[in-house]
Nanobody
């Protein structure tokens, strides 16, 4: 059974940094892993993903500011968020899927497994 548990969220001022962590159990290195977010009144969107071959992809809105990485030994996925903006405020979710390639996540593909989400609030 796949379980994903996020941590590291919170409140920060504009320009600040946060690092989100997602401890995964029941997943495999062949999985696609990613971070998603949903702001109030908006649809959930893909933020950053990492394929089974360790290729990474980012939403245009976070390129150059966010970095996704994983520590396979610790079964942990990270999202380093720098130069945060008020528009980054959202509930952030960790997700995983055995499909391996995450590209579809930016075109509406719904990953199979989700964490409970963690709030990130950026004040101006």
């Amino acid at each position: 059974q796949v379980q994903l548990v996020e941590s590291g969220g919170g409140s920060v001022q504009s320009g600040g940094s946060l690092r989100l962590s997602c401890v995964a159990s029941g997943t495999h290195r062949s999985y696609c892993m990613g971070w998603f977010r949903q702001a109030p009144g908006k649809e959930r969107e893909a933020v950053a993903t990492i394929d089974s071959d360790s290729s990474t992809s980012y939403a245009d809105s976070v390129k150059g500011r966010f970095t996704i990485s994983q520590d396979n030994a610790k079964s942990t996925l990270y999202l380093q968020m720098n130069s945060l903006k008020p528009e980054d405020t959202a509930m952030y979710y960790c997700a995983a899927d055995p499909i391996g390639y995450c590209g579809g996540a930016y075109r509406g593909y719904e990953l199979a497994y989700w964490g409970q989400g963690i709030q990130v609030t950026v004040s101006s």
